[in-house]
C-alpha cells in the first residue's frame, strides 16, 4: 500500500471496503486506487458477517442454467432474466479470481469443492470458506491483498458526506475524517458501502449501515430502482443483542425444522417447507409471532453433536445467549437482512449519472428481482466490483486535474447521521407486511425530515424512497407484500425514479386523503414519473 496520495487526475476512488469494493480495487491493478471506508479495513461490513457463502453451479450436477432457474423463480417475476444469466455464468470466473486473490474455499479430503444446500436451490452450490465464517474469511484474504497492492491507497476512519459534481458528471467527493472535513476531486467514483439494515430496529447488518450509498448517489441525480424490495431473513437468532445474530439459512438446508411453541411444524404444507424462498418463510413466521406465538428452529436430529463442528460461529452465537443448539431449539424471528432495490445500473456497473459506479447491495442490477436467491448477494458483488472496475479501465485517462469547489451546503449538511431517529417510523410502517394508511403515514413523518438538513436527514431520504415506491406498488410480489393488495399484478413491472421525482410523489401522497391509495381508486403508479425500468 502506497504511504501518499497519488495525483488526483490519476485515481479512481472506491467508497466502501465490502467485497464490490475490494474486488474493484484489486481488478483495478495497476492502476492507482484511493478506497476510503469508514471504519477499518473491512470491518463495518455486512460482507463480512456473511455466514451462508456465495452461490455458484460449479457441481457435477449443476449447471448455469439450473442456477438462472432458481434465481428467476425466487425473483418473482421480476429479475432482469439478460442480466442474471450474465451474473450466474460469471460464476466460475469469480471463484477463480476470488482463489487468485488468496480465498481458500471448503475442501474435501480429495480436495473437491464442497457445496452446500439453501433455501430455494435445486442443487448443492453454496461455496464456503472456513465454514460459516465465509464473509469474514473472504474479507480477511482479500484486505490482505489489498494491502499488498501498491496501486491501492487506503484511508480508514474516512466518511463519504456528498458526492460533487459538475455539468452533471462526477467532479469530487465531500468527506469527514479524523482531522474533520476535506474535499477530493475525483472524476471516476465506485460506490460500494452496502445495504440499509440500520434503518431498522430488528437486523442482522452493522447498525451503522443506513445506504449512505443510496443517499449519495440520489442526491448527485442517479435513478433509483426497485426500492421497496427489502428482504427479511427469516432465522435471526431472537435475543436481546443488537444488531441481531443471523441463523443462517444452511442450517435449514442440513435439515433442521422450523416448530412453533406447540412443538407444531407449521412449513410442512408449504411447497419447499423450510426451505421455501425467504419471503415465504419469513411471512409465516411473523404470522406465528404476531399471534402470540414463538417460533423454534430445531437442529437437535439433523445436526445433534455436529452442530459445533459444522457451524462454529453460529454455535458460539447461541451459547452467547445461553443455548445449546445441539440439545436445544433455537429461537428466531425474522428480520432485515438485505436490499433488492438500490441505485440502477447497467451491466458494467454504471449509474445514470457520468463518472459515478455502484457494485454490490448499494446497486440494483435487477438480478434480485424481487426477492433475492440465497448467497447470490456475495456473487454479484464480487462480479459487479470486477465488472465496474473493468469498464474504468478501458476509459481514457481524465484530464488534469482542477481545484474541486465546495457545494452549497451548511455545517449541518455535513453533520454525521443519525438513522436512529428514523428506526421506529421504518419498522412499524415498512416492514413484512405493509398497507396504505401505514405508509402514507411514513411519507408524512419522513417527508419533512428528508427536506431538513438535520442528522435524521440522510437516513430518512432513504427511507422515504423505500415508502414511495412501497406506496406505488400496490400488488404483493416478493418481499414487498400488501395486506390491502395481496395478489399480484398479471403483469410484472419494475420502477425507476430520481430523487426529484420520489420528493414529487411524496409530497402528493403526503397530501392526499387515505383513500388514494384504495383498491378502487386511480394507481399513481400509471402516472409517467413512475417510469418503468
Request: net charge neutral.
Amino acid at each position: 500500500m502506497s504511504e501518499r496520495l497519488p495525483p488526483p487526475q490519476d485515481w479512481t476512488v472506491i467508497v466502501g471496503s465490502g467485497i464490490a469494493g475490494l474486488m474493484a480495487a484489486l481488478t483495478l491493478s495497476p492502476q492507482p486506487v484511493l478506497l476510503l471506508t469508514r471504519g477499518a479495513l473491512g470491518g463495518e461490513t455486512s460482507s463480512a458477517w456473511a455466514q451462508g457463502g456465495i452461490a455458484a453451479s460449479l457441481g457435477p450436477d449443476d449447471s448455469a442454467a439450473l442456477h438462472l432457474a432458481d434465481t428467476l423463480a425466487a425473483g418473482d417475476g421480476l429479475c432482469d432474466a439478460e442480466m442474471a444469466a450474465d451474473i450466474v455464468a460469471a460464476a466460475p470466473a469469480v471463484i477463480a479470481a476470488l482463489e487468485q486473490a488468496g480465498v481458500g474455499f471448503d475442501r474435501d479430503a480429495a480436495g473437491r469443492l464442497v457445496f452446500g444446500l439453501e433455501a430455494a436451490h435445486c442443487r448443492r452450490r453454496i461455496l464456503h470458506a472456513e465454514g460459516d465464517g465465509s464473509g469474514a474469511a473472504i474479507i480477511r484474504a482479500l484486505a490482505a491483498a489489498v494491502l499488498r497492492t501498491p496501486s491501492v491507497t487506503v484511508l480508514e476512519g474516512t466518511e463519504v458526506r456528498r458526492l460533487l459534481t459538475e455539468d452533471g458528471a462526477i467532479a469530487g467527493l465531500a468527506c469527514a475524517g479524523p482531522k474533520g472535513l476535506f474535499l477530493l476531486p475525483a472524476t471516476r467514483v465506485v460506490l460500494a458501502t452496502g445495504g440499509l439494515g440500520g434503518l431498522y430496529e430488528a437486523t442482522t447488518n452493522p447498525s451503522g449501515n443506513y445506504g449512505q450509498g443510496i443517499m449519495l448517489a440520489a442526491r448527485a441525480g442517479a435513478v433509483l430502482a426497485d426500492m421497496e424490495f427489502v428482504q427479511f431473513h427469516p432465522t435471526a437468532l431472537s435475543s436481546p443483542r443488537r444488531p441481531l445474530a443471523l441463523v443462517s439459512e444452511a442450517v435449514r438446508g442440513e435439515g433442521a425444522l422450523l416448530l412453533n411453541e406447540n412443538g407444531e411444524r407449521f412449513m410442512a404444507a408449504v411447497p419447499g417447507a423450510e426451505l421455501a424462498s425467504r419471503d415465504i418463510v419469513a411471512r409465516a413466521i411473523d404470522r406465528e409471532i404476531l399471534r402470540g406465538g414463538a417460533v423454534f428452529l430445531d437442529a437437535r436430529k439433523a445436526l445433534g453433536s455436529g452442530f459445533s463442528t459444522r457451524f462454529p460461529s453460529i454455535d458460539l452465537l447461541c451459547r452467547e445467549a445461553g443455548i445449546d443448539p445441539a440439545r436445544e431449539l433455537v429461537p428466531v424471528r425474522p428480520a432485515v437482512h438485505y436490499h433488492m432495490g438500490g441505485v440502477a445500473t447497467d451491466a458494467k456497473g454504471r449509474s445514470s449519472v457520468d463518472g459515478l459506479w455502484v457494485a454490490g447491495e448499494t446497486g440494483c442490477t435487477g438480478l434480485h428481482g424481487a426477492n433475492r436467491l440465497a448467497s447470490n448477494s456475495l456473487l454479484e458483488a464480487a462480479a459487479m466490483g470486477m465488472r465496474a472496475a473493468r469498464n474504468i479501465a478501458g476509459r481514457p485517462a481524465s484530464p488534469a486535474g482542477r481545484a474541486v469547489s465546495a457545494p452549497p451546503l451548511t455545517a449541518a449538511g455535513l453533520a454525521a447521521a443519525n438513522p436512529a431517529i428514523v428506526r421506529p417510523i421504518v419498522s412499524r410502517h415498512l416492514g413484512i407486511a405493509r398497507q396504505a394508511a401505514g405508509l402514507h403515514e411514513a411519507i408524512r413523518h419522513l417527508l419533512p425530515l428528508a427536506e431538513q438538513e438535520t442528522p435524521a436527514s440522510d437516513p430518512a431520504l432513504v427511507s422515504l424512497g423505500i415508502a414511495v415506491f412501497a406506496a406505488l406498488r400496490m400488488e404483493s410480489r416478493g418481499a414487498h407484500f400488501r395486506d390491502d393488495f395481496p395478489g399480484k399484478n398479471a403483469a410484472a413491472a419494475r420502477r425507476r425514479l430520481s430523487l426529484a421525482e420520489v420528493i414529487a410523489i411524496a409530497r402528493d401522497l403526503s397530501s392526499s386523503s387515505l383513500s388514494s391509495c384504495s383498491p378502487s381508486s386511480s394507481s399513481p403508479s400509471s402516472s409517467s414519473i413512475a417510469r418503468s425500468a
